[in-house]
C-alpha cells in the first residue's frame, strides 16, 4: 500500500519510506551510533522480522546484538530492565501489545520508578516497542490498545506516531532517552510511507502536529485513528464543514496546549481512540482541555473508540466495534449542526484506509 499521511512535505534530502522502513532505519542508525543498543524480542531475528521492522539487523550487527527471545516476557523484561541499569540501551521489541500484561510488575513497579526512587543515581534508557491494533479477525486477546493504562503510570513516556516521519523521529528519540518509553505501533501503520530525512534527527516528546487548519471543529486522532480522521475531514469539507485534525504523536507527555487552543477556535472537541474510551486517553485529553479552557468558556466533547465490549472476530461485527471514516463524519457533522436532520455520507466511503488499499498478508 503507498498512502502518504499527515507527515512535512518533502524536501531534498527526503524519499518515500514505509513504516517499518522508517523504524529499521533509525534504529540501524542508533546502532551504528552507540554500540551500547542492542535488539531483542520473540521473532526479531525470524525471516519475517516483526513484518520486516527488523529485518536485516542480525546480518548487520550479528546475534550478540539481535537476538530472538522464548516466550518470556516477564523474565525478559527483567533482562532489558538489569541491562539498562547497566549502561545499555535495549529496545525489547513485543509483537503484540496485549502481551506486556505478562509483564505489567516489571515495567510499573521496576522500569517506571527506578530513577525516582534512587534519587535520579539510576537510569533505565529502556525502549518497548508493541504492537496494537485492528486485526484480521484475530479477536479478543490480538487486538488490543491497551496505551493508556501506561498512561497512567509516572516515569513512563507513551509514544504512538501515526506516520513513518514520525516513526523514525519518536524512535531515535526513545533510544536517546535515559528513562523507559512505551513505543506504541499499529499493524496497519506499517505499509503506509511518508516522505523521511535520511540523516537522524529527534524532536523532543510533547510536540503534536496540527494535520488540517479548520475552525468549525477539532478532531484529535490516537495512532492509525489519524489516518481515518483525515479521511473524515474530506468527506466533512464536502458539506462545507472545515475540521482541524491533530495528532498528538506522544501521548505521555501530552501537547495538551496545542489541542487548546484549537478548542478555543473552535469549540468543538471530538477525541477518536484505537481502544477503548472509559478512563482512556480520550478521556485525559477531553479532561486536560476543561481543566486549562477558564473563563467559563463552554466546548461540547465527544469521545470515539472500541464498542465497550471485547473485540469480536466475525467481520460483520468487527466492523462495529471500530471506528471508521463515516462515523467519525457523522458525529461530527453532528456537533457541528445539532438543529438539522443527521447526515451519514456514502456507506461505500465508510471504509477504513487499509480495506480500501491495502488487502493484509494472508
Not at 498512502?3 to 533509525?26: H, K
Not at 551510533?33 to 525470524?46: C, Q, S
Not at 527483567?78 to 547497566?86: E, L, P, Y
Request: hydrophobic share 45%; proline share 7%; with cysteine.
Amino acid at each position: 500500500m503507498s498512502m502518504q499521511t499527515n507527515s512535512p512535505s518533502p524536501s531534498a534530502n527526503t524519499r518515500l519510506l514505509t513504516y517499518v522502513d522508517a523504524l529499521r532505519e533509525g534504529v540501524a542508525q542508533e546502532m551504528r551510533r552507540d554500540p551500547r543498543v542492542f535488539v531483542f524480542g520473540l521473532d526479531v531475528d525470524d525471516h519475517k522480522a516483526i513484518q520486516g521492522s527488523t529485518f536485516g539487523l542480525v546480518e548487520e550487527f550479528g546475534p550478540e546484538r539481535v537476538f530472538g527471545t522464548p516466550l518470556s516476557e516477564d523474565a525478559m523484561t527483567g533482562v532489558a530492565i538489569g541491562a539498562a541499569m547497566a549502561g545499555m540501551r535495549p529496545v525489547h521489541v513485543h509483537i503484540r501489545m496485549d502481551f506486556l500484561m505478562l509483564a505489567m510488575n516489571q515495567l510499573v513497579n521496576i522500569a517506571a520508578k527506578s530513577h525516582y526512587m534512587y534519587g535520579g543515581q539510576v537510569r533505565v534508557p529502556l525502549v518497548v516497542r508493541s504492537m496494537i491494533g485492528k486485526s484480521w479477525g484475530q479477536g479478543a486477546q490480538h487486538s488490543q490498545g491497551l496505551h493508556a493504562m501506561f498512561m497512567h503510570v509516572p516515569g513512563l513516556k507513551v509514544i504512538a506516531p501515526s506516520n513513518a516521519y514520525d516513526a523514525k523521529e519518536c524512535l531515535i528519540a526513545a533510544i536517546r532517552d535515559d528513562n523507559p518509553v512505551i513505543f506504541v505501533e499499529h499493524r496497519l501503520l506499517y505499509f503506509t510511507d511518508a516522505f523521511v530525512p535520511e540523516e537522524t534527527y529527534e524532536v523532543p516528546f510533547g510536540k503534536a502536529r496540527v494535520c488540517t487548519a479548520g475552525g468549525d471543529i477539532t478532531i484529535v486522532g490516537i495512532s492509525n485513528m489519524l489516518v481515518e480522521c483525515m479521511r473524515a475531514h474530506e468527506l466533512l469539507a464536502e458539506e462545507g464543514i472545515e475540521a482541524e485534525v491533530i495528532d498528538p504523536i506522544s501521548l505521555l507527555p501530552l501537547d495538551v496546549e496545542t489541542i487548546l487552543s484549537s478548542v478555543r477556535k473552535t469549540g468543538r472537541l471530538l477525541v477518536v481512540d484505537n481502544a477503548w474510551t472509559g478512563t482512556g486517553a480520550s478521556a485525559e485529553i477531553v479532561a486536560a482541555v476543561a481543566e486549562r479552557l477558564g473563563n467559563g468558556q463552554r466546548f461540547e466533547a465527544v469521545r470515539m473508540g472500541y464498542a465497550p465490549t471485547t473485540c469480536p472476530t466475525t467481520p460483520a461485527l468487527e466492523s462495529e466495534f471500530y471506528p471508521d471514516p463515516a462515523k467519525i463524519a457523522r458525529a461530527a457533522y453532528a456537533m457541528v449542526r445539532p438543529g438539522q436532520p443527521a447526515w451519514s455520507p456514502d456507506p461505500e466511503r465508510a471504509k477504513l484506509a487499509y480495506q480500501v488499499k491495502f488487502r493484509g498478508p494472508f
